[in-house]
Every structure is written in C-alpha cells, then in structure tokens.
C-alpha cells in the first residue's frame, strides 16, 4: 500500500494556541488530500478536499477559517486548527489521492488532539 | 436515514470463530465498497475493495456485496486475537474519492 506518513501522532495543547499537522505521501505524488476528523468511538468524517496550488473544499459544518489546510506541493498538505477549543479534540487522518480512476485510498497514521 | 448503516457492536467472540461484519445502504448510485480495519488511535487499513455484487477472497477474509439489497458483509475465518480492532465499511459512488464510512463495529476476539 500506499506509504503515508503523518505527524504529530500525538499533541495537547492549551486553550487558544494553533496546531499544525502535517501529511506527507512518501512513494507518490498527492493531488488531493483528504482530512478527516474522528471523535471517541465515532466514524471518520470528512472535513475538507485540498487540491495542490488551489483552495480546499470543505464540508457542511466545518468552519474554513479555524481549520486551516494548505497542500502547496504534491508530497504535502497541512491542517492548521487555529486558536484550539476543547471541542476540537479529536483524531484528524488524512489521506492522499492521485486522482487516478479507480485508485485504492490509504490513510495516514492519525494524529491525536488534545485541548486543555 | 444515514447513508450507511453498521452496528457498532461490541462483538466479542472466541478465537477461532467465524465474524461477520455488515453494513446497509441506502443510495443505489454507490458503487465502491471497502473494509478497512482500525486499531486504537491508528489510522484505518484497507482489508478488502470491491465495486461489484458477489465474493471476494483474500485469505481468512471474504467480502460480500449485494447490491439489490444494498448489503455489504465482511466474514472473518478462524478469527484471531490480533483481529481485535474497529472494522469500518466504506461507500463511494465515484471510484474511491470521498468516502462515506459507517459508524465501524468494534470486535473483540479472546483466546
């Protein structure tokens, strides 16, 4: 499978600072990233769709403007949660896509959010 | 109505049992059905992909689509311990781009 690495895997913060995590396909080239957002015993929902070189795509919900995504080349894409709440901890996943038809999607290891 | 429907579970069953696992739908336009497999604060696996009704075999794991009853099923052989982890479904209408995942089915398998 695709080789996908994410970090950090793990990472508290107090009340009001950003957070930054970072996505990186290792073995292809990333056109899209998708971000999702996991709370406890709940399923994975997508957040937002980032293309390389343009602006995110992000769904019903989910504020733009505290949930920062910037994938300016085709191995990366970030996810900046601006001025962190308590109600944002959660696990956040990305996965990457080629773009290709039919194209299995692999996900990264997951990053953990704790806000005190 | 959710788009896709799974049991949450827990399912605790002993080593060596058969699982099964499955999922409802109900958009006729999805067409592309995954398993993935998640352990604790890890991100999901893919276990099995399909896009048409019928089986698919890859060792002690069988995926079942039956798309006039928009039913998915995932059956696990001889279950194992190291099996223990959240199973997801996963749909999509458009090849594997945004995919719609059911809530996962928690299995606990004790020796």
């Known amino acids: 499978g695709a080789v996908v690495s994410q970090h950090p895997s793990w990472v508290i913060c107090k009340s009001g600072t950003s957070v930054k995590i970072e996505c990186r396909s290792l073995d292809f080239q990333a056109t899209t990233m998708f971000w999702y957002r996991q709370f406890p015993k709940q399923s994975l929902m997508l957040m937002a769709t980032s293309n390389e070189g343009s602006k995110a795509t992000y769904e019903q919900g989910v504020e733009k403007d505290k949930f920062l995504i910037n994938h300016a080349s085709l191995t990366l894409s970030t996810l900046t949660v601006t001025s962190a709440h308590p109600e944002d901890s959660s696990f956040y996943i990305c996965s990457p896509d080629r773009g290709l038809t039919n194209e299995k999607l692999f996900f990264g290891s997951g990053t953990q959010l704790s806000v005190l | 109505q959710k788009e896709v429907e799974q049991d949450p579970g827990p399912l605790s069953v002993p080593e060596g049992a058969i699982v099964s696992l499955n999922c409802t739908y109900s958009n006729s336009a999805f067409q592309y059905f995954m398993w993935y497999r998640q352990y604790s604060r890890k991100g999901p696996e893919l276990l099995m992909y399909?896009?048409?009704?019928g089986n698919k075999e890859d060792g002690r794991f069988t995926a079942q689509v039956d798309k006039s009853s928009k039913y998915i099923s995932l059956f696990i052989r001889d279950s194992q311990p190291s099996d223990s982890a959240t199973y997801l479904c996963a749909i999509s209408s458009g090849g594997y781009n945004k995919l719609i995942f059911g809530a996962g089915t928690r299995l606990a398998v004790h020796p």
């Open positions: 399909t896009y048409s009704s």
